[in-house]
């Protein structure tokens, strides 16, 4: 048997974490088993579709370096795979199950619906929903509905009795009696859309779907779509339902958390590698100890038994040093290509470079690779380079405890040493040993004297080191900052 899965999102909203770790999930078991990964665009509900999701959606594989077999663009031989496209299917066949008896037609207005709902709440019946009105009705009936123009859903008789089974790969098998089913839900609206329910049953079905990998939050529909199955008289697929992905604080992962769309992280700097890496991650594991997967790997490692059954916590920090890691796998040219659109948004360059902008800009990405977190970091890091630095308050010249004079006095002394060596040639070694004799010399911690020269040269008291800033800016600008920062300070310590 072919393994064939689905990722088959609704284009409401932008590609999530979640969703995403659906797909990569689905993507890297038809790897790993020879079988075929499906793309299915569950567009039926049209009051929330935007194109702009839809596009979300293949941007987003894309990145990731997902390609799907079969699908949307690509083709295939169970398409269409878009289901606003597959609407006459739907309808073909949910009549076919009022043929059958297994669905029915129902009459009953939005009104009538609504008046239940409100009685059924005030004798605080057992039984919520809709009460079957329709379930039973006459040809009769059915012709005096008819002529009153009104057009009828198509509901599924839900046994009023029993059981329903199914298995779950990482649940065991899930009981529910069918009693606490919805009932006889809608499979076809009165404008010929379908549920969610009726065409995730169908498409799944007729494309031939093995293996339906998707959050557990679905597994209270899992009965009823068994109860299709079996209605239409089909052997349904084997479930997995994956365990959620949550916050810090237990609750299902969202916007209160930080970002939760692809796009933002995309936008922020995240690498595809590290956060196809940390996602897959979330909820499974390969032996308990190795972290690091490329994508050739996972397509070759992942089996659903190291799926993990309970909820997993996605963890900012830990996705941030994941990307720091593969940031530094980076040759400098790569990084540098990879940093550019962030520097030339920032007004920092512009196109085409020099060779001397590029030679900069090359030594640059060396001094900040091992201290970007994301791609978007270099802004901050670098923009001492381009802009000069803005003193708006002074006692950030000051280490905590260290008086704005002596800060001044240690900036002064610090200048000196800086001139000296510069004069001399001296190595930076040479030159930082003396600026941290000065410190010891003046009672002070090292900061004392080193944060006065940070804050002069970049404006920030967190910066590159302080050389290595040095070194990008040359002594002349370096020089000329210190001279306007000690100008500046010495009047505002008269």
């Given at each position: 048997?072919?393994?064939?899965?689905?990722?088959?999102?609704?284009?409401?909203?932008l590609?999530h974490?979640?969703?995403?770790?659906?797909?990569?999930?689905?993507?890297?078991?038809?790897?790993?088993?020879?079988?075929?990964?499906?793309?299915?665009?569950?567009?039926?509900?049209?009051?929330?579709y935007?194109?702009?999701?839809?596009?979300?959606?293949?941007?987003?594989?894309?990145?990731?370096?997902?390609?799907?077999?079969?699908?949307?663009?690509?083709?295939?031989p169970?398409?269409?795979?878009?289901?606003?496209e597959?609407?006459?299917?739907?309808?073909s066949?949910?009549?076919?199950?009022?043929?059958?008896?297994?669905?029915?037609?129902?009459?009953?207005?939005?009104?009538?619906?609504?008046?239940?709902?409100?009685?059924?709440?005030?004798?605080?019946?057992?039984?919520?929903?809709?009460?079957?009105?329709?379930?039973?009705?006459?040809?009769?009936?059915?012709?005096?509905?008819?002529?009153?123009?009104?057009?009828?859903?198509?509901?599924?008789?839900?046994?009023?009795?029993?059981?329903?089974?199914?298995?779950?790969?990482?649940?065991?098998?899930?009981?529910?009696?069918?009693?606490?089913v919805?009932?006889?839900?809608?499979?076809?609206?009165?404008d010929?859309?379908?549920?969610?329910?009726l065409?995730?049953?169908?498409?799944?079905?007729?494309?031939?779907?093995?293996?339906?990998?998707r959050?557990?939050?679905?597994?209270?529909?899992?009965?009823?779509?068994?109860?299709?199955?079996?209605?239409?008289?089909?052997?349904?697929?084997?479930?997995?339902?994956?365990?959620?992905?949550?916050?810090?604080?237990?609750?299902?992962?969202?916007?209160?958390?930080?970002?939760?769309?692809?796009?933002?992280?995309?936008?922020?700097?995240?690498?595809?590698?590290?956060l196809?890496?940390?996602?897959?991650?979330?909820?499974?594991s390969?032996?308990?100890?190795?972290?690091?997967?490329s994508?050739?790997?996972?397509?070759?490692?992942?089996?659903?038994?190291?799926?993990?059954k309970?909820?997993?916590?996605?963890d900012?920090?830990?996705?941030?040093?994941?990307?720091?890691?593969?940031?530094?796998?980076?040759?400098?040219?790569?990084?540098?290509?990879?940093?550019?659109?962030?520097?030339?948004?920032?007004?920092?360059?512009?196109?085409?470079?020099?060779s001397?902008?590029?030679?900069?800009?090359?030594?640059?990405?060396?001094?900040?690779?091992?201290?970007l977190?994301?791609?978007?970091?270099?802004?901050?890091?670098?923009?001492?380079?381009?802009?000069?630095?803005?003193y708006?308050?002074?006692?950030?010249?000051?280490?905590?405890?260290?008086?704005?004079?002596?800060?001044?006095?240690?900036?002064?002394?610090?200048?000196?040493?800086l001139?000296?060596?510069?004069?001399?040639?001296?190595?930076?070694?040479?030159?930082?040993q003396?600026l941290?004799?000065?410190?010891?010399?003046?009672?002070?911690?090292?900061?004392?004297?080193?944060?006065?020269?940070?804050?002069?040269?970049?404006?920030?008291?967190?910066?590159?080191?302080?050389?290595?800033?040095?070194?990008?800016?040359?002594?002349?600008?370096?020089?000329?900052?210190?001279?306007?920062?000690?100008?500046?300070?010495?009047?505002?310590?008269?």
């Open positions: 048997m072919e393994v064939r899965v689905r990722y088959a999102p609704s284009p409401t909203g590609q974490i979640g969703g995403v770790r659906t797909a990569l999930f689905n993507y890297f078991f038809a790897r790993a088993n020879s079988g075929k990964f499906i793309l299915r665009v569950e567009d039926t509900d049209r009051e929330r935007s194109d702009e999701s839809l596009q979300d959606l293949y941007d987003t594989l894309a990145w990731l370096g997902i390609a799907w077999d079969e699908g949307p663009i690509v083709g295939g169970c398409g269409p795979y878009i289901q606003s597959r609407f006459d299917l739907y309808r066949y949910a009549e076919q199950l009022v043929r059958d008896g297994k669905a029915y037609y129902c009459y009953c207005t939005p009104e009538r619906l609504e008046a239940v709902r409100v009685k059924q709440q005030e004798e605080k019946s057992e039984v919520q929903g809709y009460d079957r009105h329709c379930r039973n009705l006459s040809e009769a009936e059915r012709a005096e509905y008819e002529m009153q123009g009104i057009k009828p859903v198509i509901r599924l008789k839900v046994p009023t009795d029993g059981k329903t089974t199914f298995h779950d790969v990482l649940m065991g098998d899930i009981t529910r009696r069918n009693r606490d919805s009932p006889d839900p809608i499979l076809l609206k009165s010929g859309f379908p549920t969610y329910h065409a995730n049953v169908i498409d799944d079905h007729l494309m031939g779907i093995t293996h339906i990998m959050a557990q939050e679905w597994i209270p529909s899992g009965p009823l779509h068994i109860l299709l199955y079996e209605a239409f008289g089909w052997e349904p697929p084997m479930y997995c339902h994956l365990p959620m992905v949550m916050g810090k604080d237990g609750q299902k992962l969202s916007k209160r958390h930080g970002s939760t769309s692809v796009r933002d992280f995309k936008e922020k700097g995240y690498l595809p590698e590290a196809m890496n940390y996602v897959s991650m979330v909820g499974w390969y032996d308990g100890q190795r972290e690091f997967f994508k050739q790997d996972l397509e070759q490692v992942f089996s659903l038994n190291k799926i993990n309970s909820p997993d916590v996605f900012y920090k830990k996705l941030d040093w994941f990307n720091g890691q593969y940031i530094r796998q980076k040759s400098d040219e790569e990084l540098l290509a990879l940093l550019l659109p962030y520097m030339t948004k920032a007004g920092f360059v512009s196109a085409p470079l020099s001397d902008q590029e030679s900069m800009l090359l030594n640059l990405t060396k001094v900040v690779k091992e201290r977190k994301v791609l978007g970091d270099v802004v901050d890091l670098t923009r001492f380079l381009f802009e000069e630095p803005t708006e308050d002074v006692n950030l010249f000051a280490a905590k405890g260290v008086e704005l004079a002596v800060a001044v006095s240690a900036l002064d002394r610090a200048f000196e040493i001139k000296q060596g510069f004069e001399a040639g001296e190595s930076h070694a040479t030159t930082e003396k941290t004799d000065l410190a010891g010399e003046m009672g002070l911690k090292v900061n004392g004297v080193f944060m006065p020269l940070r804050v002069a040269l970049t404006g920030s008291t967190v910066s590159l080191p302080l050389f290595d800033s040095i070194g990008l800016l040359g002594q002349e600008v370096t020089c000329a900052r210190i001279e306007n920062a000690l100008a500046l300070l010495k009047r505002e310590v008269r």
